[in-house]
């Protein structure tokens, strides 16, 4: 019973009215061919009947007799009628018994039911004849059989069954095929599909790698996949990451304020007590502020604010505003540029994109080090490119600092939350752009972004 279910489905029920149209017009193609023949063949008889009755009707009575009668003698098909009667309607010559019943002697060409000669019980056959009364009251009647016409008819019905038969047989078959085929990938589908919900997101959907529409779907949905994978993968530990990151300030506020009940006998304990508690509330205000502004950037709120953005001013502004922070850590902080680059976006959200960066630079460079930013012009692209001279990032942690609270080891003691570079990459991410961890000593951000216009 499954295997008939291609006859329900859409494909095959198109190429079947695709089919039974093709059928019609071909049926009606033949039809409109037969008539046309028909037509021709019945008005080239129609021509030489009425040639043959002006030739004979101007012979002389003697000549026109033998001339009727050489005229049936070649006759091999046996399809010339003619006959020659008197004005009492005596057959003189001729093939034919008599003149039929209410035929018009006016010489136009008519259909008519005749009797050959010899073959009285034969009703006789439908011709195209023509009738004149000559000068002398005699009668000429001149006609010739057209049933060819049923001999092309044939012809053209076997033409018809052979052609048509087999065509509409391979239409169906090749319909029956394509639901079948489109049957069995959308039941692949439906399984994967099955497995994906059941918790296998290393699930993806099958395609032939061709430049078809299902493939081109299933290559989509797979990159949606791959997306879904990475979220769900990510957002598995970012709870525990939470509650890791808030536990500790507020059990640092929890200590110091039950401390602080304890054993502080004076206004300054109690303050200091104050002021640590304020702290670690701070701290955990700052995390979950953070979180909301990832969020709201992730959820594309701000697209709506997009307009042109000089990369340039944007650059020069952070180095202002993170040149006297470099001093204090005695880090050398420059900026290289060279023209004017433009970008379609938002200019609060770049502007923290590059802080960011910059403020992770200074933070990771040792004293005495640098940190440069450089506008550069790329391949149909510009690159804001953030270096410095501290510790770096690993190969092997080029995709985990852009995860939300990741901290490398070697940094777990420097203050902060592990949301700056995740907040970088949602907001790069929200513009079109590309985000490049460069690994290695040293370290190397560059943010890749379409270009609006240059000078």
Same mark, same amino acid.
């Given at each position: 019973m499954r295997q008939l279910q291609f006859m329900r489905s859409n494909t095959f029920r198109w190429t079947a009215a695709v089919s039974a149209l093709f059928a019609l017009f071909v049926i009606v193609l033949f039809g409109f061919i037969y008539w046309k023949i028909d037509t021709y063949l019945i008005a080239r008889s129609d021509r030489m009947i009425s040639v043959q009755m002006n030739y004979m009707a101007e012979l002389p009575h003697d000549r026109r007799i033998h001339a009727i009668e050489s005229h049936l003698a070649q006759d091999s098909r046996r399809v010339q009628f003619a006959g020659l009667f008197d004005p009492s309607g005596g057959r003189l010559a001729g093939n034919v018994e008599s003149v039929p019943a209410g035929f018009a002697l006016d010489g136009s060409v008519q259909a008519a039911k005749v009797a050959r000669v010899g073959a009285a019980n034969d009703s006789g056959p439908t011709i195209r004849a023509v009738g004149r009364r000559l000068d002398h009251g005699d009668v000429l009647f001149i006609g010739r059989n057209v049933d060819e016409t049923r001999e092309i008819s044939s012809v053209v019905g076997e033409a018809l069954a052979l052609g048509l038969v087999p065509a509409l047989c391979l239409c169906l078959v090749a319909g029956a095929w394509l639901s079948l085929r489109?049957?069995?990938?959308?039941?692949?589908?439906?399984?994967?599909v099955q497995r994906i919900v059941a918790g296998d997101l290393q699930e993806r959907l099958p395609h032939d790698g061709v430049d078809d529409p299902f493939s081109r779907l299933a290559v989509i949905v797979n990159g949606m996949l791959d997306e879904m994978e990475s979220m769900i993968t990510a957002l598995a530990g970012v709870g525990n990451d939470i509650a890791h990151d808030l536990r500790t300030p507020l059990t640092r506020a929890r200590l110091a304020l039950e401390r602080g009940r304890t054993h502080a006998t004076t206004l300054e304990q109690l303050q200091e007590v104050a002021d640590k508690a304020v702290a670690g509330i701070d701290q955990s205000l700052a995390i979950v502020t953070a979180l909301l502004r990832l969020t709201e950037i992730e959820n594309s709120r701000r697209s709506a604010g997009f307009g042109n953005v000089a990369l340039h001013e944007i650059l020069r502004e952070i180095c202002d505003v993170y040149e006297p922070i470099a001093e204090d850590k005695q880090i050398a902080l420059g900026v290289d540029i060279d023209r004017k680059l433009h970008v379609w976006g938002d200019r609060d959200l770049l502007?923290?994109?590059?802080?960011? +960066?910059?403020?992770?630079?200074?933070?990771?460079?040792?004293? %005495?080090?640098?940190v440069n930013l450089a506008l550069l012009r790329g391949e149909n692209a510009s690159i804001v490119q953030v270096t410095d001279t501290g510790p770096g990032i690993g190969e092997q942690e080029r995709e985990a600092v852009l995860r939300r609270f990741y901290r490398s080891d070697k940094m777990r003691?420097?203050? %902060?939350? %592990? +949301?700056? +570079?995740? +907040?970088?990459?949602?907001?790069?991410?929200l513009h079109g752009f590309r985000l490049v961890v460069q690994p290695g000593p040293g370290g190397r951000f560059d943010i890749v972004c379409a270009d609006r216009q240059s000078s």
């Open positions: 489109a049957q069995r990938r959308v039941e692949n589908v439906n399984q994967r502007f923290e994109a590059v802080a960011n +960066l910059v403020d992770n630079a200074i933070k990771f460079t040792p004293p %005495g080090g640098k003691h420097t203050p %902060g939350v %592990g +949301l700056g +570079l995740s +907040l970088v990459a949602a907001i790069v991410k």
